[in-house]
């Protein structure tokens, strides 16, 4: 009995209204296959590089983490993991993004909206990211809305290989 009510527990996610029993399409987790951001004139980049790699994990509690970052990062050459040069702190922050929180789906809208509580960049705990996401058999896409990103209003657009 319990083992059946924990699956039945996974197998489902709060709804905006804080009841359970439905089931989230993006519960699991994800693999980035894709990172990439356009302006608003139409140019093209990839933040952290090409082959950026990244998790996200939706939990059926709706808990979320997501975690990205440019592949092949350089170490500290100090060895200490909290002590690097000023430059190697600065490219660690730079290549590295994170946030977790609880999130909601609206079905209708096509919309989730991860509720961040903590970031690797502070002016993100405490708001809201609304992502429009797609599902495509095993690939997600989130897509953001227009937003200030280093110093350009841009949109990004995040493709998920599902891993489980």
């Known amino acids: 009995m319990i083992e059946t009510l924990a699956l ?13 029993g439905q089931q989230a399409p993006v519960t699991g987790t994800w693999r980035l296959v894709l990172y990439i951001t356009e302006t608003a004139d139409g140019k093209r980049t990839f933040p952290l590089g090409e082959d950026a790699v990244g998790m996200a994990i939706y939990l059926a509690d709706g808990r979320v983490s997501i975690q990205f970052m440019k592949r092949d ?6 060895g200490d993991a909290w002590r690097g040069t000023l430059e190697e702190e600065r490219a660690a922050f730079e290549t590295y993004f994170a946030y977790a929180g609880t999130y909601t789906l609206d079905l209708a809208r096509s919309m989730v909206t991860h509720h961040v509580e903590i970031s690797s960049v502070p002016n993100y705990i405490g708001i809201d990211l609304p992502r429009n996401f797609t599902l495509e058999g095993d690939r997600l896409t989130l897509r953001t809305p227009p937003r200030m990103l280093a110093g350009q209003t841009s949109t990004s657009t995040l493709i998920w290989r599902r891993v489980d």
Not at 8 to 20: E, K, P
Not at 73 to 78: A, C, I, N, V
């Open 8 to 20: 039945v527990a996974a197998l489902t996610i709060a709804a905006a209204d804080g009841s359970f």
């Open 73 to 78: 990062r350089s170490r500290f050459k100090s």
